[in-house]
């Protein structure tokens, strides 16, 4: 679990929020390499529909995930205003494509609750907690299941 | 296990092994070419020696037996008592491939390998039997042999006249500052010589005065040498020692003599020392080889603490071999001292500097373009500056590149090991010639080649050469040549596997093809065509199905092998005069020569090395096979027409390909097709940016680069896209249903 991992001896846990169609996200700002401006990615053939394609990172191929596809909503239209948050999971970097970036928010681990069991989108299962700020609901990403391992060798 | 230090030696030990086992080889190549001087006859005894030294360093017993006696035949040659016969060569090279796997299998902590017995021994019968069981004894305890005894004179040989020196330094030449060590070098360079220590007067360790002077040298030297000669050398500490020069047949000492008379060798004066001495580990620390050239030399500075066997590097101290580089556990330091310049680097380090320029030209590139972008005046200091750097960048590159390069020596020498073996297995006699060892290629591109190389030999001896009889039939020589040359041809690397055989018979080969259904019966091939069906897989020539090749798996997996190296394959033959194989490689597998096209506003790179051609289409070229397909019509074929943009699903297949551009591609099984582009943009090297470790494999794409923009471009594997596009979906289907 990327929380546990990043932060095991803080009872304060810091989150890098960001919008999503009108929903508010975070990830642990651990795993969170870097944040860049749009750039149209090349395309990859026969690639899933949320993999957008890959850019280039200076000098390394990097594949950009659009999150919103992934959690089963409308594309991002891709353009200036939308930023790719670069992430690190296990040895994998990947690019998140997301509408913008909101927050950079700390909050003590205790606020963070576990998502209810709801079967009926498949958005849940990658959601690996929630929390309240400001009277928002903000989901955590569990980062490992957004972005399985490709050559399954992590598993 | 970087840390562990001994870990690291052993590993240093073997890589010098590597270096041993090719100079070895080298001088036996020499050998067999006729050359039989006495230097190398000693390269050859050094390499064997210098192995066996570093291996008893780490009680490697099965390899230092191996070597011990490969070592004792070698020594009755250098001592000129056995005579270099064509079968003795034979053994010898065989010799060598063992000793090769026994350093392998050490290596790697594996079984030593099976037959090397046999070839022992029928290495010692060359020199006269009984040998075997003596030296048996002798493997157990390992003596670098030259350990220097009066007795030389108790063998009976037949020598060449030579000097003999006996040189006593008295304890005043250690107290003037004098050096023996450097006249016994002095010397070692007049001529060949033998050196022998004499140890009989060294005091046990209580009694021993570490000032006073011990030790006695008997060298021997053979050449061209006068009484001045040797007396010159000695010039300085004559009043500080005893010298005696003689000249006669004396003997050049059996170096085994020391060895095989160990246990009566008896040192008077110490009698605690024998013991020790004779521990497998512990090599005397004395002289531990005759050496050619005087350059082994007893250390003098040892002598106040004989009675302590040093380290068995003790050995490896002395610079046994010029060439060989300090043998066995020599540290890196020593290695460091050494002449010979050159740094063991990493691999990982020079990927990354490798790495890191492909990001410099990259850089550039997109500096240029920008640069051209602002619209500056061509002759402004910026553009002046900028063309500067791109040729430093492209120096830079090509530099580094070098850096990855390696000679491709190696690889033939494991070349004429298999051409060895392979002859041996057929019963064939075969030589085969190497042209352009030095030549440089990417180490991964010879690591690679190694497979489809062995495949081509094995192929050369087994179908591509007669047999002696008809050989000798033909008015050729009853031993066939197999030509393994490499240089550099406009940015490539060209390997020719070549053989004086009969040429391939095209008849047969044709008929071959038709009884297997590989083509029409009817069909009508140029010799170049029939030639190529060689390549076709599931082909098979050889009547008799042998152990060594023709297992039906033939040339298809070499020119496979090639391709995914972005290399060609080409075959020249002439009936009667032999069959050549050409291999086109790139210098490197970090760049690419890519032809860069346009397909749906994507930018694509095709490797040139799959292109044949390039075509515009016209109505009448494109004929419709099925409802979903078509077919071009290119000089009397019909090829497959691929969209490359519906392929990749880019677009929807176009109505109508009339003026599209088309790239013919060839097809691993000989095949060809043509791909559609929209436009051909330019030609240039990419440097290619592995997709897998970020983006696991993608049907069609083999690669990404860079572009000049910092926009990425896919590298397409054409043989991949058509696999996997003829095997799924072909293209006007995609149409109906998207």
């Known amino acids: 679990m990327p929380l546990e991992k990043s932060s095991q001896n803080s009872s304060e846990v810091e989150l890098l929020s960001f919008r999503l169609a009108d929903e508010e996200y975070s990830v642990d700002i651990m795993s969170v390499r870097e944040i860049r401006g749009w750039t149209r990615a090349t395309p990859l053939p026969h690639a899933p529909m949320h993999v957008r394609g890959v850019i280039n990172l200076r000098g390394t191929v990097l594949p950009v995930v659009d999150l919103s596809v992934r959690l089963g909503m409308e594309p991002v239209v891709g353009d200036a205003r939308n930023v790719i948050i670069v992430v690190q999971v296990g040895s994998q970097t990947a690019g998140l494509l997301v509408n913008a970036v909101s927050d950079i928010l700390a909050l003590p681990r205790t606020e963070l609750q576990p998502p209810p069991e709801l079967a009926a989108d498949c958005a849940h299962s990658f959601i690996e907690a929630l929390t309240i700020v400001d009277g928002r609901m903000i989901r955590v990403l569990d980062l490992s299941a957004v972005l399985p391992d490709e050559n399954a060798e992590a598993a | ?738």
């Open chain 2, 1 to 738: 296990m970087a840390t562990d230090p001994m870990a690291e030696i052993r590993a240093s030990f073997f890589v010098e092994c590597e270096e041993l086992l090719e100079s070895l080889q080298d001088a036996l190549s020499d050998m067999e070419e006729g050359n039989h001087d006495n230097e190398t006859i000693n390269i050859v005894f050094r390499a064997v020696h210098s192995i066996k030294g570093g291996a008893g360093a780490f009680g490697l017993d099965a390899l230092v037996g191996f070597a011990h006696r490969y070592e004792t035949v070698l020594d009755e040659l250098r001592s000129g008592r056995m005579t270099i016969t064509p079968e003795a060569m034979k053994l010898f090279f065989q010799a060598a491939d063992f000793l090769q796997d026994h350093v392998r299998a050490a290596r790697d902590a594996a079984p030593p390998p099976d037959g090397s017995e046999d070839c022992l021994v029928a290495l010692e019968a060359l020199i006269g039997g009984g040998a075997g069981p003596v030296v048996e004894e002798e493997v157990t305890d390992f003596q670098p042999m030259g350990l220097a005894f009066d007795f030389g004179t108790v063998e009976e040989t037949p020598t060449t006249p030579v000097w003999t020196v006996r040189f006593r330094p008295a304890a005043a030449l250690f107290s003037s500052g004098n050096e023996p060590l450097h006249l016994l070098r002095a010397l070692g360079k007049l001529g060949s010589c033998t050196t022998r220590c004499d140890l009989t007067r060294l005091p046990t360790l209580e009694s021993l005065d570490p000032e006073g002077s011990w030790l006695e040298w008997t060298v021997e030297i053979a050449g061209d040498v006068t009484d001045f000669d040797i007396r010159e050398v000695f010039d300085f500490v004559e009043d500080v020692c005893e010298i005696e020069i003689t000249q006669g047949t004396a003997e050049t000492a059996p170096s085994d003599a020391g060895g095989l008379s160990l246990p009566d060798f008896g040192l008077p004066g110490l009698p605690d020392l024998p013991p020790l001495a004779q521990d497998p580990e512990d090599p005397v620390p004395l002289a531990p080889a005759p050496a050619p050239r005087a350059e082994i030399v007893p250390m003098p500075k040892t002598e106040p603490r004989a009675e302590v066997p040093p380290p068995p590097f003790a050995a490896a101290d002395q610079p046994t071999a010029p060439a060989a580089g300090p043998a066995g556990g020599a540290a890196p330091r020593e290695a460091a001292s050494e002449p010979s310049a050159t740094v063991r680097v990493d691999l990982d380090r020079i990927d990354r500097l490798v790495n890191l320029v492909g990001e410099l030209v990259i850089n550039q590139a997109m500096l240029a373009q920008s640069v051209a972008e602002a619209g500056l005046p061509p002759n402004s200091a910026v553009m002046t500056g900028l063309e500067a750097f791109m040729m430093l960048t492209r120096d830079i590159q090509d530099s580094v590149m070098m850096i990855r390069a390696q000679p491709v020596k190696p690889l033939f020498q494991r070349m004429a090991r298999i051409v060895r073996e392979a002859s041996g297995a057929v019963g064939k006699e075969v030589r085969l010639r190497t042209e352009g060892e030095a030549t440089e290629v990417d180490k991964t591109v010879i690591e690679r080649l190694a497979d489809p190389l062995t495949h081509m030999i094995r192929n050369a001896v087994d179908h591509g050469l007669e047999r002696p009889d008809k050989r000798r039939a033909a008015g050729k020589t009853a031993e066939g040549v197999i030509t393994l040359s490499a240089q550099h041809r406009s940015g490539r690397v060209v390997i020719e596997v070549a053989d004086d055989g009969a040429g391939i018979n095209r008849p047969k080969v044709r008929e071959i093809a038709i009884s297997k259904g590989l083509i029409p019966p009817d069909a009508q091939l140029s010799d170049s065509e029939i030639d190529n069906l060689l390549f076709l897989p599931g082909f098979s020539t050889a009547d008799q199905v042998s152990a060594l090749s023709g297992r039906g798996v033939g040339m298809d997996v070499v020119r496979q092998a090639i391709q995914s190296l972005g290399g060609r394959i080409t075959i020249h033959s002439e009936p009667g005069k032999g069959t050549r194989f050409s291999i086109s490689l790139p210098l490197t597998l970090a760049v690419l020569d890519g032809m860069v096209v346009n397909v749906a506003g994507e930018t694509l790179v095709v490797p040139l090395s799959a292109i044949l051609e390039t075509a515009t289409l016209t109505d009448e070229d494109i004929r419709a096979l099925g409802p979903n397909t078509n077919v071009i019509h290119v000089r009397g074929a019909f090829v497959p027409l691929y969209d490359l943009g519906a392929e990749l699903g880019y677009r929807a297949p176009k109505s109508s390909y009339a003026g599209g551009i088309v790239l013919l591609t060839a097809q691993e099984n000989g095949t060809r097709s043509a791909l559609v582009v929209d436009s051909i943009l330019e030609q240039r090297q990419v440097v290619i940016k592995g997709l897998q470790r970020s983006y696991g494999h993608i049907p069609g794409v083999a690669a990404a680069t860079i572009l000049g923009d910092g926009q990425i471009a896919l590298i397409l594997d054409p043989p991949d896209l058509v696999q996997n596009a003829s095997g799924r979906t072909r293209s006007p289907a995609f149409a109906l249903a998207g």
